[in-house]
């Protein structure tokens, strides 16, 4: 659990804007075939170290990230990322403990709302051709706009 961090978040932490910094190391092949990911949390309460153990280097990758927005949960109220208070910019993962059904299920239901929630905004702020329109970079996120016909782009 050392060397240099394979990606970094920076959040902010209200209302002192102290940083707070969150370091994920490249997963790497372990004992057995098993892929471990170590992370790091300093900023916040005490520091934090872990590891956690994946299948596959996605897999140990995915299960870090769910364990730091755990980690960062208590605080969340008083964390900022790209300016918004409360968000990690860590989104929830759908367990695939359940099996697959489940899991399709779920995501399912998330792409009704996200595109649910879209159609709302679209209708309050016009939909562009010189009318007010939607902001594609909504939030500063730089958030794509769903291509007609509700494909991607």
Request: net charge positive; charged share 30%.
């Amino acid at each position: 659990m050392s060397g240099a961090p394979f990606v970094t978040r920076r959040l902010s932490l209200l209302p002192s804007g102290r940083a707070v910094v969150v370091e994920v190391d490249a997963p790497v092949e372990g004992p057995r075939g098993r892929w471990r990911c170590a992370y790091r949390i300093r900023g916040v309460g005490r520091g934090r170290a872990g590891r956690v153990d994946g299948e596959d280097g996605i897999q140990a990758l995915q299960l870090a990230l769910a364990r730091i927005r755990r980690e960062l949960e208590p605080y969340a109220a008083r964390l900022t990322w790209a300016g918004e208070p409360g968000e990690l910019g860590l989104t929830e993962s759908v367990p695939d403990y359940f099996g697959g059904a489940f899991r399709r299920r779920v995501e399912a239901l998330v792409r009704r709302e996200t595109e649910a929630e879209a159609r709302r905004l679209r209708a309050a702020v016009g939909d562009g051709d010189g009318a007010p329109g939607y902001d594609p970079d909504m939030r500063g996120r730089g958030t794509a706009r769903p291509a007609a016909g509700g494909g991607r782009r």
